[in-house]
């Protein structure tokens, strides 16, 4: 199928556009995984400083309760004279209490915590006496307490005499999971040896316990000891996440950092990016489709005066404006008009000529026929008649001789007659338009059974000789035509006049001329009317419809001094 101009550029439009978009979503998906890759390493950063520092405090706590358990002091230590032991905590700001707690959990005695924390230190020892009282056996590994928002981790020694223990040790001290300066919505989770989570920041009460290795970011855990991944947190929102085991310890520390994080900068990157991108393409297409008009509308005009040059000989000419190109072309085509104009002009006056000629010529021949070989021929019967009637009898045989002599004269004279008079009608001459019409229909049904219609306003109408030849030399071809390729059955000619305008319709009820016959050059016959009508002033229509029939209409403008009866 052919493809208009306007569509081309549409697509190459589109071929550039596609994939640039192709490319922008690209970056777009690239971007954001950049994005979730550093969110993730800044995870894993966090995560290993947060293990670090629980290793190394949980190191120094350890360190420091071993070395206390070895003191006899220590070992047989009464509620009166620990205090001025255990106040080496006063030196460690992280640390908020010492206890030594007899093998039931009750407190023997403690150091004397700070005001501010004497209240979280208070519900972390009845938590430890609970928990010793309930299984005084339990391993003494460290314990994670979430008391008023924070995070206190225990650890503790057990006091031995010999190798009955004594009594308990118990160190207090802060843990450091505050997320306040990392990343708004940042969590950090502390998972025990168990899989359960021992610490959990923000919200750390609500999730205390709760099995983490069934969640999706405690399942990416499960064949390495640290690493990095896309992950739903334990309440269910997706983060990207960083962990690693806590050195010397069963413990891992996982910290998610939202998914959307750095994602809202990309994301408006893209926006500006689309926003430029539609305006760009809007424009670009904007701009394609005026070039396809800018190209097409003076192909449309070129195209249309070619077709008025095929259907009616125009001979206008065509602005030569547009691109260039096409100005080139528009330049090309009003040359052509020109010099077709200057042709036709020369086969105008040709043919004008060659009517003329040969209307002088059958004129002529049509004399010479009828005045010498009409009176040699009549001159010729008249002598075989004297001969018939002579004084010396002619014998039977030449009787018989000279009559059919006579005969063939007789239909001699009447075929010199007849061409004579089809050369040049005496009758248009003699008698005027009508009468030659008349009796050419006449002749026409004789010979073709063609049932004819005639119909004209007056018996003596006439336009002035030219016209009136004319006229009979069209009427005189149209029925040649019905004659020779119409079966018609039917004939219907109709000379009219008003207005100063004749009208001259020869209508047949045949088969109907096919349109490209009619613009068909190698339709002399046609072309011959065409030329006759041009010469006095008038227009020939040739229409048929298929199996209705043909109608020659032709308008001729008649001056009212020339119209009238002769
Ligand atoms: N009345 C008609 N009915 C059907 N077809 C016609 C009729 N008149 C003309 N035609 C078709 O149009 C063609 C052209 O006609 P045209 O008179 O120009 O040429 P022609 O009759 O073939 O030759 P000539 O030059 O001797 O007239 C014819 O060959 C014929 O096919
Ligand atoms: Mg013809």
Redo the contacts with the bound molecule.
Sequence with gaps: MLQSIRSRLIALVLAVALPLLGLLVWVFWSEVSRVHNSAQDLALRIARSLASDLSDSNARANALLTRMVGRPKIRHATAGDCDSLFAIVDFFPQYLNLVLFDTRGNIVCSATPTEADAKISAAAESLISARLRSAPNASLETIVLPIAGKWISVDFRATRDGNAVTGILALEQYLDLDVGAFPTGTVVTLVDANGRIAARSPDGERWLGRDYSATGAGRIATTAREGRAQARGVDGVTRQYGFTHVPGRDWLVYVGIPAGVGRAAVRSLIVRGLSAGMIIFAVVLLLALRLARTIKSPLDVLAGAAKRVADAGYVGQVPADGPREIAVVAQAFNHMIESRSEVETALEALSKKLLDVQEEERSRIAREIHDELGQLLTALKMDIGGLLISAEPLNPDQKMMARRIRQALTQTISSVQRISAELRPAALDDFGLIAAIESDVHTFEERTGVECDLSFPSDTLTFGSEVDAAIYRIVQ??M???A???D?TRLEIKLRQNDGVASLEIR?D?????AE?VR?HR??????MRERARRIGASVEVE?VEGRG?TVSVRIPVPAAQAGAS
């Design positions: 071809e149209a040649t035509n019905v020779r390729h119409s018609a047949d045949g088969k109907g001329i096919p016959k068909d339709s002399l016959g046609i072309i011959g048929g043909t």
